[in-house]
């Protein structure tokens, strides 16, 4: 079945123990995401990756880090997280920008 | 940027009533789809439509992309379509959506 898997689905943590949620597709494609939700705000844009190892930043992306060694896999990475980070996120991967995109099942973040 | 408005906010209806949801978008877009997200959160695809008429089941898109709209038909409405409905939109030289602020749909039994 194609799928975009993201672990975990909930998380709490503590502020500052380095976390990283993780992001898996099996649809060969080319072009991943990160979102987070927040309400009042709605889904917001987070770093992007085009190909193996090309990611640049989204709208939001401090206190975030990503990388993209596989094409299947492109990790979510939060080196020191802070309470502002607490958010519902978002995986999603194409084959391109302009063809439909698929998101994971998201990961519930709670830092206390 | 690209402004991407969703009417109703909100919307209740009783099971069995048919609905339109609207997205308006304020630029050329080259990709534009509907989503549910459930009472789980889960973001589920109901659409990719960046132009013309689709439908699956009791739901049907239709998007005029020269007039900078979308819209979501529901028929027959069930209690499970309760949640929030967001249109998405992606347009030439990016590489993100650009969400709406969604309806939020709650069917009564």
């Known amino acids: 079945e194609a799928q975009v898997t993201q672990n975990p689905r909930y998380l709490i943590t503590v502020t500052g123990k380095k976390l990283t949620v993780t992001c898996s597709q099996n649809m060969n494609h080319e072009y991943m995401s990160w979102y987070r939700q927040d309400p009042g705000l709605g889904l917001r844009q987070i770093y992007y990756s085009m190909n193996v190892e090309v990611t640049d930043k989204g709208d939001v992306p401090e206190g975030y880090k990503v990388s993209r060694k596989e094409k299947r896999n492109f990790p979510l990475i939060l080196e020191s997280p802070s309470p502002n980070q607490t958010s519902l996120y978002f995986c999603?991967?194409?084959?391109?920008?302009?063809?439909?995109?698929?998101f994971g099942q998201g990961t519930r973040l709670t830092v206390v | 940027g690209i402004q991407v408005e969703q009417s109703p906010p909100d919307l209740i209806l009783q099971e069995g009533a048919n609905s339109t949801l609207r997205c308006n978008f304020s630029d050329s877009v080259n990709n534009l789809q509907w989503f549910h997200q459930n009472p789980w959160g889960q973001l589920i695809n109901l659409f990719y439509i960046p132009s013309g008429t689709k439908q699956n089941g009791r739901l049907s898109a239709t998007t005029v992309a020269t007039e900078r709209y979308s819209l979501l038909y529901i028929s027959s409405s069930q209690t499970t379509d309760s949640g929030v409905y967001f249109c998405?939109?992606?347009?030439?030289?990016?590489?993100?959506?650009?969400f709406g602020t969604g309806t939020r749909l709650k069917v009564l039994a």
């Open positions: 998405a939109v992606g347009w030439p030289g990016t590489y993100k959506y650009i």
């Open positions: 999603a991967s194409s084959f391109s920008q302009v063809t439909e995109a698929f």
